[in-house]
Structure formats: structure tokens, C-alpha cells
């Protein structure tokens, strides 16, 4: 490590307060904004009076975050990582204050959607703006502490929405967000800047627009469960896949190095092996934490009783990500990844059997180690890929990450619902939690793909 890059390390505390601060408050929001919506769906529904359109409040907020990653890593390594998260949060804050004003569905889910593309922005830009304050063992540890806010969002979100639902109405859950984002967005101004936009690679626009309506067609299909009701639909979305692939393969060929998904990825085995359990992790915390209410929906365990096994994924998550980030540089990436992986695979299993037997104290054990798989995996593979990313590609490396992980999350709750579906109905969500669990086992396979060697410098990751 350089001397200067040494001494900047020592003296970030005290040099880069604001933005440390801008970060856990913007990201906070944006992970918050994801979860505290669904607590307040029936009262949107209720007030807007559109029992067609309502599932896009969410889906309409989910689906550009996870397009929107791959670019804004693009831009921030070109324009610099202040610049672009500075334009984030306003379109976030713009975002928020049109749906507290919407007036008809279309509209509030038109603003959803350009939330969306603020909070995705937000996410990415927030690992890579910390990513390229710190390194070595203290990026472990700030990055396992982002980790936490996820969790810390997904316990408190639901409770916030149900809190500002209840007494000011649904519209208070999108104005909270103007007076904090405007104070993140102060704390960035003031802040010194980070990442003036070190790479000079070209944007490639049609390659990113491919990319996104690649990943956008592939999941409408997934979602697609009666295959038998919609064969024209899907062959146009078969049709609508392969052009786009065509296109971004044509692009990426003729300009690797705009390619949206840097092309190291493909080429280094440790980081193709990172890509498998980006999305195999996602698939299990995911389609978990999505599954398991309507598993129990069928027993006589009530909203309350979900809402705590949730919970206990939630801050598994939290507990697993705070001691990755502290253990990462002594335990090495190898066995931190491998311990993650086991616990998922275990905590699925876990529940498969809790659901099958009604016992409760396996499900709750089974979520616990699910959150925990999820904060050890997550933590270190993202602190993996920083590390091995070239530094004016970091926000590039950092974003697909992320877009990995958002359409594993995707992907994976879309699948494992259409396997409960086409399962006996006694059998149906135990099975899927097993057949969760046998993914996570092979995910472990891939575990072993990452170096073992303790530390976290550059020139150990080769």
C-alpha cells in the first residue's frame, strides 16, 4: 500500500466525517424505501381504489434499482463517485415528494420508478464512495458496517411504515425522506470530493440499455407461472432476450472496455466464482424471508409470530456482517465464505424441516443462520471484489455486485414460487425450503474458488 494512501487511511476520520455521514444516512433511506412500503400497501390500495395496478408500488421500485447498478458504477468511475451520488439523492428527494403528491396510481408508480433509479444509485455509489476512502482491513470493517444498515432497514423499515401509516397516513412514510435526504445531500456538498472520475473508458449506452431490457425481459419471464395461459407473451420475451443479448455482445466485442460488466469477471476464476455466490446467497436470504410468511399463512401462526422470524433473519444478517468485517483480514476469504455459505445452507435446511414438523424453534433457528450466512457471504465477497478491481474501475466492479445481487433476489423469489406452486400442497413449502438449502450446498462448492490466504492486500488476491 502506498505511503500516501497509508496516511490518508489514519487521517480519514477526521478528513471525511461528512461523508461518512451522507452515506449511512442516504443509504439507510434507500434500503428503508424497499421494506417500509409493504406495511403500508392496504392503505395506498384503499385510497387510489386500483386493485390491478398495486403490486407495482413495489415491483416498480424494485426493478430499476437493480437495472440502474451496472450505469451508475459506469458514470461514477467517469464522472467520479461525489458527482454521481450527489445526483442520485436528487432524484430521490424529487423522487419521494411526486409520491407524496400523487394523486392516481400511475402516477405514484411512475415516481416509484424514478426512486428506483435514485436508490439504486445510492447503493452502489455508497460501497464504492467508502471503497475508495479505505483498503486493506479497515474497508472490510466499514463495508461490513453498510452491510448492517440492510439489516437494521429491514427491521425497522416495516415498523416505520406501520408507525407514520397509522397516525399521519401513507403519504408521511415518502416525506420523511426530503428533510434527511436534504441533510445527506448538505453533508456531500460540504464534504471534501471523492473520486473525481479517474477512468477515461467511454459509456456505452446501447450496451447498458441492452443489458438492462436482457435482465428486465428475463425476469417478466420468470414471473410468468402459467406457462400454458401466455405462450405468445413468452416467445416475444424469448425474442425481445435475444436481440438484446445480441446487441450487448456485439457491443462489449467491439469496445470490451465499455463493457457494462467488466470483463473480469469472466477471465479471473475467483471472480467468476464471486459472481455464483453473489447470486446463490441472494436466491437463499431472499426467497426465504419472501417465502416463509406465506408458509405460515397456512398454519396458525399469525402476522406477529412472521414478522419476529423475519426479524431473526434481519439481525442475523447484521450480527453476521459486524463480525466479518472485523474477522475478514485474520480469517481470510476462503473460510469466511465457506462458513457463510454452510450456515445458509444449514438455516434453509433448517426451516424445511421446522415447516414439515410445525417446529417453531427450528424455523427460528434456521432464519438466524440464514441472516448470518448472508451478512459472512455478503460482506466478503463485495470486500473481494473491491480489492481485485483496478482503481478506476472500482465503481464498475463495486455495481455489478450489486446488480448481481439484486437479480439473484429477483430471480430467485420468482422461481422458488412457481416451485411451491407445481409442489403437492402438503409438501409444497417444505420442499422448497429443502430444495433452497440443496442450492446453498452447491453454492458451497463455489466458496472454494476464493484464495484462502489471511489479509486483505492487493497483491495476495492474484
Not at 174 to 199: D, E
Request: some cysteine; aromatic content about 8%.
Amino acid at each position: 500500500m502506498k505511503p500516501q494512501t497509508l496516511a490518508a487511511q489514519e487521517s480519514v476520520g477526521q478528513k471525511y466525517p461528512l461523508s461518512l455521514v451522507a452515506v449511512l444516512i442516504a443509504l439507510f433511506l434507500a434500503a428503508m424505501d424497499s421494506t417500509a412500503v409493504s406495511t403500508i400497501l392496504p392503505q395506498i390500495n384503499a385510497q387510489m381504489r386500483d386493485t390491478t395496478l398495486y403490486p407495482w408500488v413495489v415491483s416498480g421500485f424494485l426493478l430499476p434499482l437493480a437495472l440502474v447498478a451496472p450505469l451508475a458504477g459506469a458514470l461514477a468511475d467517469r464522472f467520479g463517485v461525489s458527482s454521481m451520488m450527489k445526483i442520485s439523492l436528487v432524484l430521490f428527494i424529487v423522487a419521494s415528494v411526486w409520491v407524496a403528491m400523487s394523486q392516481s396510481m400511475l402516477m405514484l408508480i411512475a415516481g416509484r420508478a424514478l426512486q428506483g433509479v435514485g436508490a439504486g444509485g445510492i447503493i452502489v455509489l455508497s460501497y464504492s464512495l467508502l471503497a475508495s476512502l479505505f483498503e486493506g482491513p479497515k474497508r472490510a470493517s466499514m463495508q461490513g458496517m453498510l452491510s448492517s444498515v440492510w439489516g437494521l432497514a429491514a427491521v425497522l423499515g416495516p415498523v416505520a411504515g406501520a408507525v407514520l401509516g397509522s397516525t399521519l397516513g401513507w403519504r408521511a412514510v415518502f416525506w420523511l425522506n426530503l428533510p434527511l435526504g436534504v441533510l445527506a445531500l448538505l453533508a456531500l456538498f460540504f464534504a471534501p470530493v471523492i473520486g473525481r472520475g479517474q477512468s477515461s473508458r467511454h459509456v456505452d449506452g446501447l450496451a447498458q440499455g441492452a443489458l438492462a431490457i436482457f435482465a428486465c425481459a428475463g425476469l417478466l419471464m420468470l414471473s410468468s407461472q402459467r406457462l400454458e395461459l401466455i405462450a405468445h407473451p413468452l416467445s416475444t420475451l424469448a425474442v425481445v432476450m435475444l436481440i438484446s443479448l445480441g446487441v450487448l455482445l456485439t457491443r462489449v466485442r467491439a469496445a470490451p472496455e465499455s463493457s457494462p460488466v467488466p470483463l473480469g469477471f469472466f477471465t479471473r476464476p475467483a471472480l467468476g466464482a464471486v459472481m455464483v455466490l453473489v447470486i446463490v446467497s441472494s436466491v437463499g436470504l431472499y426467497a426465504s424471508v419472501s417465502l416463509l410468511p406465506v408458509a405460515l399463512s397456512h398454519s396458525q401462526a399469525g402476522a406477529l409470530s412472521s414478522g419476529a422470524l423475519i426479524m431473526m433473519a434481519a439481525l442475523g444478517w447484521v450480527v453476521g456482517a459486524t463480525l466479518c468485517g472485523k474477522h475478514l483480514a485474520r480469517v481470510g476469504f476462503r473460510p469466511m465464505a465457506v462458513g457463510g455459505m454452510l450456515m445458509l445452507a444449514i438455516g434453509c435446511s433448517g426451516v424445511a424441516s421446522g415447516l414439515y414438523w410445525t417446529f417453531w424453534p427450528a424455523i427460528g433457528a434456521g432464519q438466524i443462520l440464514v441472516g448470518l450466512g448472508m451478512g459472512l457471504t455478503a460482506t466478503t465477497t463485495l470486500v473481494f471484489v473491491q480489492n481485485s478491481a483496478p482503481q478506476d474501475q472500482l465503481g464498475g466492479y463495486t455495481s455489478t455486485v450489486q446488480f448481481l445481487r439484486s437479480l439473484g433476489a429477483a430471480f430467485g423469489v420468482n422461481a422458488m414460487v412457481a416451485v411451491a406452486l407445481y409442489l403437492p400442497a402438503d409438501h409444497a413449502y417444505p420442499g422448497t425450503f429443502l430444495l433452497l438449502g440443496l442450492i446453498m450446498g452447491c453454492g458451497l462448492l463455489f466458496a472454494y474458488g476464493l484464495p484462502s490466504q489471511n489479509g486483505l492486500r492487493k497483491d495476495s488476491l492474484g
